[in-house]
């Protein structure tokens, strides 16, 4: 989290400059307490407008609160409100700085007793609006068991920037920790057993969040943050997400050909083999609606990776060319997120280097520099999908034939090619090219109806 850290109204001189400090209700009692509800809550309103005084530090303006704390008291407050972005200070008696400046969210530590000034400032000159203020006297828990959905309120100080908890687990199953701070650009970290996890943004923004599958077993949790020196308060906890119906996590080890699983993607990637016992044209899909997939498939003359080929949302899609052999196939994320996903595989024969091409068949080519052809055999009307692969340049693929002229660049995702249409009965010329006409390598083209 990054916001200007201006002071909301002038420290130690000018005190006349905090202006009509609006009193929390009931803070004129001798008691420190006075003003929160029997379970140490209290809220407080107010507007920052045009005529509300001015920070000398940046032209924005302020309002105050009077607040009457206890040494030991930790009072977290949280801004809410049309008000955007508000800036948190308190000051004690003599204007010295206590905490902040911090934004939508501020822990209170009051050093002794006394009456203290909470400042809440816009972000610019320009910042104005109506705010809420909900206080609450809480107790951090900076060490101890995780219990599951049991939310744990830490602290973390200058002294300790870093707190360790303990995690018990009874059941085998799928685990999710979540770090979330308005103060701190949080990190998590889980070790125990073949457990060793990191993560600093997957819980959205400069929250964390670590999704994994666990064994019985005894692990620690740490919470820490990023920012130098750490300080400040976060909210920790632990849920345990069930598996959808039926389903069994495959995260490693061989896999059949033409199979679905579903695997969870976390810190480490999932690698799974795949046997091929002749020339084909291999597909292998990751799909996920929570994270951004990532593919690599390495074997017999074949390295290649990819993001988004797939092409949908944030799937990858690899489709090339293999002869026989073992490969290995990696499933991991692009953005170091968890969650679910599926990875399917299939693959279609290919009959060789031929120079004619019917539905439901591929055929190989190669290409030095210029351009290729094949013949497309069409014997029923219907609706069809062409698509060209190359693994070593920018397919470019055009079909043309009986009052038809179509070409694509990249429609089946990376630099392949992909054309769909209705094509009517006969014969159809493919023209195979790279991007820039300077393309070398080998190519596939395969063609299927659409379903």
């Excluded at 308190?90 to 203290?116: F, I, M, S, W």
Aim: with cysteine.
């Amino acid at each position: 989290m990054s916001f200007t850290k201006s002071l909301p109204f002038p420290l130690i001189r000018g005190a006349a400059a905090l202006g009509m400090a609006v009193t929390l209700a009931g803070c004129a009692a001798t008691q420190g307490t006075s003003g929160f509800d029997a379970s140490g809550q209290a809220r407080l309103q107010g507007e920052i407008t045009s005529s509300s005084p001015v920070n000398f530090s940046d032209g924005s303006h302020h309002q105050v609160f009077a607040l009457k704390l206890k040494q030991g008291d930790l009072v977290r407050v949280q801004q809410s409100g049309a008000l955007d972005g508000a800036v948190l200070t308190l000051v004690d008696e003599r204007n010295q700085l206590v905490n902040g400046p911090n934004q939508g969210a501020l822990h209170l530590t009051p050093e002794a007793d006394g009456t203290y000034r909470l400042g809440v400032s816009g972000s610019s000159p320009s910042t104005f609006g109506p705010f809420q203020l909900s206080l609450e006297k809480v107790t951090p828990r900076n060490s101890g068991a995780l219990e599951l959905d049991q939310s744990v309120f830490g602290l973390l100080t200058r002294n300790g920037n870093a707190n360790t908890y303990t995690l018990n687990v009874a059941e085998a199953g799928l685990y999710e920790i979540l770090m979330t701070s308005d103060e701190l650009d949080t990190v998590l970290k889980l070790n125990g057993g073949a457990v060793s996890a990191e993560d600093d943004d997957s819980g959205g923004g400069t929250n964390s969040r670590i999704t994994v599958q666990l064994e019985p077993g005894t692990y620690q949790v740490t919470a820490t943050a990023l920012d130098d020196p750490a300080e400040g308060a976060y909210d920790l906890n632990v849920t345990s997400r069930p598996l959808p119906e039926g389903v069994e996590l495959v995260n490693g080890g061989p896999i059949e050909l033409g199979a679905s699983i579903t695997g969870l993607a976390d810190s480490s990637p999932k690698v799974y083999s795949l046997t091929i016992t002749e020339r084909a044209l291999l597909r292998v899909v990751m799909s996920s609606p929570v994270v951004d997939s990532y593919l690599s498939l390495q074997g017999p003359g074949v390295d290649v990776t990819d993001d988004d080929g797939a092409g949908n949302n944030l799937d990858a899609g690899i489709t090339t060319l293999v002869s026989p052999g073992t490969y290995r196939l990696s499933a991991s994320t692009a953005d170091g997120s968890a969650g679910l996903f599926t990875l399917t595989t299939a693959t279609q024969p290919v009959s060789g280097s031929g120079s004619t091409l019917r539905p439901g068949e591929a055929v190989s080519g190669s290409l030095a520099g210029a351009s290729a052809e094949k013949t497309l055999v069409i014997s029923e009307a219907g609706a069809y999908k062409v698509e060209l692969y190359a693994g070593d340049f920018d397919a470019m693929l055009k079909l043309s034939g009986n009052g038809v002229e179509l070409e694509d660049d990249d429609g089946a995702g990376g630099t392949n090619s992909r054309i769909s249409s209705y094509l009517e009965a006969g014969r159809y010329t493919l023209t195979a090219s790279s991007y820039d006409n300077n393309g070398r390598g080998s190519f596939v083209i395969s063609a299927e109806r659409e379903q």
